[in-house]
């Protein structure tokens, strides 16, 4: 990674400003054995948000060799959009991202982040964290936020956990600004968030949503 580093958004363990590629440190990301170098390995997806970045890498489980995925972040946390559970200023090391039980988030099979939020994919099923000043967390609320929420859906897409329908047959996820998407495995494509320029394609501009509906 490289350009501005002022909120330790390069992963390099300082925050100088960088011109020149620099590697991203592991921080909570496990070494593999013989690892020749303390950079991440084993990614599959990167994606950044305005002042933090993340990486889903696989890590390996010692006890049958086998591997699961994990969404790692870093950089700015202000809102709590490194899924720590908390709003600690910046981290200049990775992190793991983490549910509301503050276990870590598993399987993961995408990320994108907004401008203050990022999105997580799992299996199915959506994470969002961060700032939620326009919605865009999808958990029918509004409002500052430090923990990780499955994003709720409208009742096609959903099913009822005590009394609230959660979000699933996610295939796709991005974000942008206040907004965040996701398309299903049937294309179906659901928006929440900030609709003030017409970002969610309701045909209005203004007033937008709190829970995914269909686009």
Not at 198 to 209: E, I, K, N, V
Request: aromatic share 6%.
């Amino acid at each position: 990674a490289w350009g501005a580093n002022d909120k330790g958004q390069l992963g390099n363990e300082k925050t100088v400003n960088s011109s020149v590629p620099a590697q991203v440190f592991n921080g909570e990301f496990p070494l593999p054995e013989n690892a020749r170098s303390r950079g991440i390995s084993q990614v599959v997806d990167i994606a950044a948000g305005r002042d933090h970045a993340m990486a889903v890498a696989y890590q390996k489980n010692a006890a049958d060799n086998s591997y699961t995925a994990y969404a790692y972040l870093w950089g700015d946390n202000t809102y709590g959009q490194l899924g720590t559970g908390c709003t600690t200023g910046i981290s200049t090391s990775l992190v793991l991202a983490r549910n509301g039980d503050k276990a870590p988030i598993a399987n993961v099979t995408g990320v994108d982040g907004g401008v203050y939020h990022t999105v997580i994919r799992q299996m199915d099923q959506v994470y969002a964290m961060g700032t939620n000043l326009g919605g865009q967390l999808g958990n029918g609320k509004t409002g500052a936020n430090d923990n990780s929420y499955i994003i709720q859906g409208e009742a096609a897409h959903g099913k009822n956990v005590n009394g609230t329908a959660l979000l699933t047959h996610a295939a796709l996820v991005a974000a942008g600004g206040d907004r965040t998407y996701v398309m299903t495995d049937d294309g179906i494509l659901l928006a929440v968030g900030d609709n003030t320029q017409g970002y969610l394609g309701m045909g209005s501009f203004g007033a937008g949503q709190l829970t995914l509906e269909p686009r």
